[in-house]
């Protein structure tokens, strides 16, 4: 019988999957995972990668990314790639103006990531509040897009607040065709009102605009999403949870078996409303930074950690400084009367800090990480197995983390555009040492081995619940 060869193993790490870590060593050939086992019961390879010491996972996905304003996908995934992730699942956009449809759209984004892109991608589609884009939806779905995402808050940008009657034509469509509505949920109506309060009261500082947006209004918006869901019996995703009340809401639809699942991100675990009086409008972001002392952020670890929130999204969104800047005068409006910019940006620390701050600095298992940046997200939308597992027959994405590695995050060492970090001089512990995207190597501590136009985009299916419970 011929010798039977692979192209790659990976020995010596510690294998990392959502339930388990244990030792083991990984075949890949071609773009899959051939075997998993002990080194000494695989086929020869011609590379072996020495991964001993090191983390094995994996390969991590960002499920919450914005990559039409001043990132492009190119940049986007160059950036990706260099911290870690593999898959990016970033909010598409199409030419409301122009009235242009959702299939024209993923047709222009597809020749785009597959010509520029370094990483994978599977995309959400933002829905604005024009009836017109629900002609198609049908199509659109048809094409593998099954998310889609809309606004509950941001009245003063004219199309994007989508109204309950929408969203709900909305759910019912997606709802039979096996997709999923993700919502951005403030109470859009209330925050607009009392904006308005302290814009006329001349309460304009960075430090006045989390005041504007209290937590009950999150919670509000949660209700009305979830009793939408309900009526239309869609899946719904509450994106970048940020409150302590808004999870107990969440919590309480869990218990009563509705398919209502949600994320949380950086910001809101490790950063507080302190920031705006540091850095001003850099850290304006959607829903707003809640206070050093309240008990959201405790809540977001909290909700980590027993299973009730199940991913991790950086909701990267940057700006250019110079576009946030006339913040400093009045955080919430420009002179023209247009809205000083939400987002920060996040895609090159979210992994990082992941692990330094969850699993090294709060002692969670490193089985949470593949739990919440892996295979969580690739079940809700609609990638699994072929991403954020490690089984065989599926795509060789893995990443490979070394504990030991130590990094400072600078902005100047980041490859987006915005020119700046919320992190500046955070000590990190652990870094991404090399990764593969369908069996290539993708980085290779530190070093960029793909060229863009290597990223896919991938096609979706309908939502897998996702893995609940305790981490530990």
Not at 222 to 245: E, Q
């Amino acid at each position: 019988m011929a010798d039977i060869r692979v192209d790659t193993i990976i020995a010596g790490g510690k294998v990392v999957t959502s339930s388990d870590v244990f030792d083991a060593a990984i075949a890949i050939s071609g773009e899959k995972i051939a075997a998993i086992g002990p080194e000494n019961l695989l086929p020869t390879a011609d590379r072996y990668i020495d991964a001993s010491g090191k983390f094995v996972l994996p390969g991590l996905i960002d499920c919450h990314v914005h990559l039409d304003r001043c990132d492009s996908y190119e940049l986007g995934s160059i950036a990706a790639a260099h911290s870690g992730l593999t898959t990016l699942l970033p909010f598409g956009t199409y030419d409301v103006e122009a009235e242009e449809t959702l299939p024209s759209a993923i047709n222009r984004h597809r020749e785009e990531i597959e010509s520029t892109a370094v990483v994978d991608f599977a995309f959400h589609y933002i829905l604005n509040n024009r009836p017109y884009i629900l002609k198609s939806l049908p199509e659109a779905l048809e094409m593998g897009v099954t998310s889609f995402k809309m606004f509950m808050s941001y009245k003063k940008n004219q199309v994007r607040m989508c109204t309950d009657d929408f969203i709900c034509q909305v759910m019912e469509t997606v709802s039979r065709a096996g997709g999923i509505v993700q919502l951005h949920c403030e109470s859009g109506n209330i925050i607009d009102y009392l904006e308005n309060q302290l814009i006329d009261q001349g309460c304009v500082h960075p430090t006045d605009f989390p005041s504007a947006c209290p937590d009950w209004a999150e919670e509000e918006a949660i209700n009305r999403a979830i009793k939408m869901g309900g009526v239309t019996n869609c899946p719904v995703y509450v994106v970048h949870l940020s409150t302590h009340v808004g999870m107990e809401r969440i919590k309480q639809a869990q218990a009563e078996g509705q398919r209502v699942w949600t994320e949380t991100c950086p910001q809101y675990l490790l950063l507080s409303d302190e920031e705006m009086a540091k850095v001003g409008p850099l850290a304006k972001i959607g829903p707003p930074l809640r206070p050093k002392d309240g008990p959201d952020q405790p809540a977001m670890w909290k909700g980590l950690e027993l299973g009730y929130i199940s991913t991790l999204g950086s909701d990267h969104a940057p700006h250019f400084k110079h576009l946030k800047a006339p913040g400093w005068k009045n955080i919430f409006v420009n002179p023209d009367g247009s809205p000083v910019p939400f987002g920060s940006p996040g895609v090159e620390t979210i992994a990082p800090l992941a692990f330094s701050e969850g699993v090294l600095g709060r002692d969670l298992p490193v089985t949470w990480l593949a739990r919440i940046m892996s295979e969580n997200p690739a079940r809700i939308f609609g990638i699994y197995p072929e991403k954020g597992s490690l089984q065989v027959g599926t795509d060789a994405d893995i990443t490979i983390l070394d504990p030991e590695g130590e990094t400072v995050v600078r902005a100047e060492d980041h490859h987006g555009n915005s020119g700046f970090t919320l992190y500046e001089g955070w000590k990190v512990n652990g870094k991404p040492w090399m990764t593969f995207l369908r069996g290539q190597t993708l980085l290779n501590q530190g070093r960029l081995e793909q060229k863009p136009g290597y990223g896919r985009f991938l096609r979706s299916g309908s939502p897998t619940p996702p893995l609940g419970g305790p981490v530990r």
